[in-house]
């Protein structure tokens, strides 16, 4: 991990573009400010990288592959790679960022830890690096998202941590969200907030969007390997939060010749009113302490989002996103519910790969996208399939 | 056209009188639809000094569970930015206290800021707290539009909140400084600490240039004179969101509420 200087990248106030900001309470400020002013410095130092990537490779089981899917390739027309976050331990990239951020906290003197999580993946990633540093974890998760995703519940308690129901609004993803910021605003002492995506107040966009950067330094270095050249043609990542995108997009940033392909989750379709295509759907707004694209009403109320995917379902996107989308360096995509259980058997099919229904969104976007046969296209598959056994079977359709 | 300079209601307010000054927060919309005015005009009868009217959110995060349900009801009982400016409308002929409006900055940035402080204006709002708009973006894109409407912006400050950060804030206040008093969100607490006082008195010791009310945990007459021997006075919410919910006379209950927070 190298510390880059990119026009994508944020600035000193904590902005990309007019997106970012830190719109908090004063009573987070304090810490947000010590955050801020200490990040860089720590993640960093010497000790830290060395700390950092010795877990990457030798806990989390990085560099993942990156694997040529030779079926995959011949049915769309180009040369696709799958990056296997998939086979990161816990499932999925989120534990990049997780464990950067136990890291950190442990050198910011910090003695327990809080987290939101949608899915679960986060909330799992975070009790596993808890239980690794013996850390007190305490993991919020909406009561809706409890019931549906009771696996991953019982994985955290298994790992030691408490998980708590949100039990206010929607009892969703932004529902957790808003408690663990709560929870921080009543115990600012000794607690450390593990945010799950690249979303938050600055510097939490910017700071998980390095720590899941590895993903696209890993690419650089395999593709070089396998295709003579740093630089795909194509980044496709699927958008919730949006933190494996901000990952696998990183170091291809300021590479305009790299197409960066978001995929947003359309649930229904985009204008069936159960969707959580932030980009098509939103407007300019400020949530969980950032000014992004929301989706809300026409007074600024915040609108829940539906997706199939728990991981997805997310009525803002992180204002990196924002800004490619804004700027127009990113080319914003969106599959439906249906598209991308289709998709997701279609890779088990074809590579024997059985996707996390969050992925299964970004192979359902090769589909809308044209290629021409040498286009070196690389898909990161975040997540494996596994905690989504029950809704492949719920949706019955192989 | 001429232009009237008129005082802010909140300066005249602490110029006449320093210490124990009231501020009740409600939502608007909440336990009614139409409850606004009728709020208002029992708290001022009863001896409220300053009213602060909640604009409902759908994701308050610096609000514990009272506020959060008010907030909730508001909305499902259809209260928006637009009704909201409609049910106050006039409000002046009747209210003669400072009246500032309270929530949170995504509602007051979609209505459009500058349309939102010219009709804040328009009505004879005073002044604005809008807890997750923070310093740094209010001076930088913000504060002029505030000025060019009369508005006051009101920051708060925590028993975390640094001594060389409480000076900056005191530089750039306007009206008073909204002193949180515990690392919390709002909730009524019951009684105020050791650890509480001992803040309020380092506070006080910093001689600030503006007036402080201390707001949270501020629910009866013995956190309320507690509060005033450290501060000008203090602000209830949750406490009185409370005896709205469970009253079924509103305005006698409202104006016996302030009185024995007030102890008359």
Redesign the interface.
Known sequence: MEQTISKYAVDE?GYYGKFG???????L???VEELKEKYLDIIYAPEFQEAFHGLLKDYVGRPTPLYFASRLSEKHGAKIYLKREDLCHTGAHKVNNTVGQILLAQRLGKKKIIAETGAGQHGVATATVCALMGMECIVYMGEVDMARQRPNVERMRILGAEVRPAK??SRTL??AT?EA??HW?????ETHYIIGSVVGPHPYPDMVARFQSVISEEMREQLLLKEGTETPDYVVACVGGGSNAAGAFYHFLDEPEVQLVAVEAAGHGVDSGKSAATTALGR??????SRTI?M?T?????VEPHSISAGLDYPGIGPLHAHLFDSKRGIFLNATDEEAMVAGVELSRLEGIIPAIESAHAIAALGKLTFKPYDVVVLNLSGRGDKDLETYIKWGGY | MSEIIEANRIDTLFTERADHILSMYFTAGYPNLGDTRKIMKALQDGGADVIEVGIPFSDPVADGPTIQKSNQQALENGMNMKLLFDQLEGMRSEIDIPVLLMGYFNPVMQYGLEKFCAKCQEIGIDGLILPDLPVYEYRKFYKEIFTKYGLHNIYLITPQTSEERIKEIDDHTEGFIYMVSSASTTGAKGAVSEVQEAYFARIQMLRLKNPRLIGFGISNNETFERACRYASGAIIGSAFIDLLEKSDNMEADIKQFVKGIKGN
């Open positions: 106030q900001g830190a719109f908090i309470p004063e009573m400020y304090p810490n206010s609004g932004k529902d808003n910021m709560r605003i009543n115990n600012p002492n300019d707004g400020v949530l969980h302490g929301l809300q026409e007074d600024g109320q915040v």
